[in-house]
């Protein structure tokens, strides 16, 4: 025989091209909104950072009556366990501003 009888059990080019068409397809949406997640959650994690600062701020201003003059200053009187890493650079990227009143990421990350 020439040709051989088609089986009917196996998949044709067509199929197979068809299924890595849809497959290919369903990762493309899929990725851009997995790796969005994990952008969004560094942030919140970095603005729960400043959070934190603010309030150890707080406390240390309504102790001393007076704002601290840095991070390092939260941290030796207790009001910080330790300066705290920006989840996106895993640096401890926190200052004060220039005022000392309030906690800045070096990233631009902020309280909404
Ligand atoms: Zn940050």
Same mark, same amino acid.
């Given at each position: 025989? $020439? ?9 044709? #080019? ?9 497959? @290919?397809?369903?990762? /493309?949406? &899929?990725?851009?909104? #997995? %790796? %969005?997640? /994990? *952008? +969004? &959650? ?5 603005? /729960?950072? #400043? ?6 701020? +707080?406390?240390? !201003? &309504?102790e001393h009556d007076a704002y601290p003059s840095d991070i390092n /200053? $939260?941290?030796?009187?207790?009001? $910080?366990?330790a300066s705290p890493e920006c989840p996106h650079t895993k640096l401890?990227?926190?200052?004060? @501003? +220039?005022?000392?009143?309030? %906690? *800045?990421?070096?990233?631009? !990350?902020?309280?909404?």
């Amino acid at each position: 025989m $020439l040709f051989k009888v088609r089986d009917e059990k196996a998949f044709t #080019l067509f199929e197979v091209l068809f299924i890595l068409l849809i497959t @290919s397809i369903i990762v /493309a949406i &899929a990725f851009p909104l #997995l %790796g %969005g997640t /994990a *952008v +969004n &959650a560094r942030l919140r994690n970095c603005q /729960a950072n #400043l959070r934190t600062i603010d309030g150890a701020i +707080n406390q240390y !201003h &309504a102790e001393h009556d007076a704002y601290p003059s840095d991070i390092n /200053a $939260l941290v030796a009187s207790g009001f $910080l366990r330790a300066s705290p890493e920006c989840p996106h650079t895993k640096l401890k990227d926190y200052s004060l @501003s +220039n005022q000392h009143d309030r %906690g *800045v990421c070096s990233q631009g !990350h902020e309280i909404p």
